[in-house]
């Protein structure tokens, strides 16, 4: 029996489709490997969802309180471990195991100084201490978080982005002439150096949060060092650097930390920096570093 439906081949397509395919493919790896798991950890979608999810639960205290189901106390109790919660949740902070005073070294003063308001509160027998402003000021440091958090991603994500072109640049750079290697090092210093002369500016005219400053200065050295040496990660950088310091601790002139333990510093977890005094130090150390580096 013959039939007049005509079949296309397997295949069959135009070039297009598969181009297109091929280009979707290529982007989903490059996009994984840029950002990875920790960009979508860290989206702004998640950070959304959190607040969301905190502020829900801190409306059911307050109707909680309202209707008389907990005590002033309870409030107090209830806010500080919702705060922490979220503070931890969305900084990766270990908040909810800090102390007060330990918490005031964090770079969100609010959240420091709200923890010192729960701490009597939480704890004394009798307070006259008000759950309505408990639950208030509980809403302010759950949104000066979320702020702080929004901040935080926007660095992850340059950092992700320039790691990966950092390592392409030092893999560049190993298989050019030396002549050329040398040029191209000079460039990459002279570059760093620009970029920390822009956030400088920004601490001297006092833009954007003094942390948020020393982050972005502290993902300039970083990158300075990625390009010059091509070390993969800073769990690496850390062990190098450890072992370039020993016997050389201080430079030749006695006066100045080598660029070894200057960039040691800027390794350090969860360092924040609280005035732009600190920033405009971190920023001198910053420039010797790079004009030292060897």
Known sequence: ?????????????????????????????????????????????????????????????????????????????????????????????????MLPDEMQALAIPELGRLMQNYYRPEFDIASKAD???????????????????????????????????????????????????????????SKAIRRIARIEAKCSRGQQDPHILYQYLRLEVRSFIRSITGWPDDSSVIQRLRRRQKGKPFAQDGNRYAPDKLAADFYEPEFTCHSMDEVSFSIMKAKELISKWN
């Not at 307050?62 to 969305?90: F, H, L, P």
């Not at 509980?138 to 929004?150: D, M, P, T």
Request: hydrophobic letters at 45%; charged letters at 25%.
């Open 1 to 97: 029996m013959k039939y007049s439906v005509g079949l296309q081949s397997p295949f069959a397509f135009s070039a297009y489709w598969y181009i297109i395919g091929i280009a979707v493919l290529l982007l989903a790896f490059v996009l994984w490997h840029v950002f990875g798991l920790k960009i979508k950890i860290n989206s702004p979608l998640r950070l959304d969802r959190l607040r969301r999810e905190s502020m829900h639960r801190i409306s059911d205290i307050e109707k909680a309180y309202s209707k008389g189901e907990m005590g002033t106390r309870d409030v107090y109790q209830q806010m500080s471990r919702e705060v922490r919660r979220y503070a931890q949740a969305a900084t990766g902070w270990r908040t909810t195991s």
């Open 131 to 189: 759950a309505g402003t408990a639950v208030a000021d509980g809403r302010q440091a759950v949104e000066a978080v979320h702020r702080f958090a929004v901040r935080q991603r926007k660095v992850a994500v340059k950092d992700a982005i320039r790691s990966w072109t950092d390592h392409i640049r030092c893999k560049v750079m190993r298989r050019l002439p030396v002549r050329m290697r040398t040029r191209m090092a000079v460039s990459i210093r």
